[in-house]
């Protein structure tokens, strides 16, 4: 059974910092991608940043040179390090699993970002 539990949420200032973590457990972890998506209020989900089995990354636009992305396989967890956090951040965080077409979601973690 595929689970994928966020933590590491919380209320941040304005230019603070937060890590967020999504620990995974009923899967193959090291051959899975591994993402961060957000979704604010009234707005779609979108891809923060995601990595590879391998290491590899990619970022959304709006996080680029702020938000790292990184994985470590012998211990099942995938991190998201957000420096630099603007208001326009605050979102419900998701970590999702995939391999193939075959995907998981975890169940989300607040961020808030606010003075």
């Known amino acids: 059974q595929v689970q994928l539990v966020e933590s590491g949420g919380g209320l941040v200032q304005p230019g603070g910092s937060l890590r967020l973590s999504c620990a995974a457990s009923?899967?193959?972890?090291?051959?899975?991608?591994m993402g961060w998506y957000r979704q604010a209020p009234g707005k779609q989900r979108e891809l923060v940043a995601r990595i590879t089995g391998g290491g590899s990354t990619d970022y959304g636009d709006s996080v680029k040179g702020r938000f790292t992305i990184s994985r470590d396989n012998g211990k099942n967890t995938v991190y998201l390090q957000m420096d630099s956090l603007k208001p326009e951040d605050t979102a419900v965080y998701y970590c999702?699993?995939?391999?193939?077409?075959?995907?998981?979601w975890g169940q989300g973690t607040q961020v808030t970002v606010s003075s």
């Open positions: 999702k699993a995939n391999f193939g077409i075959v995907e998981s």
């Open positions: 009923g899967f193959q972890f090291d051959f899975y991608h």
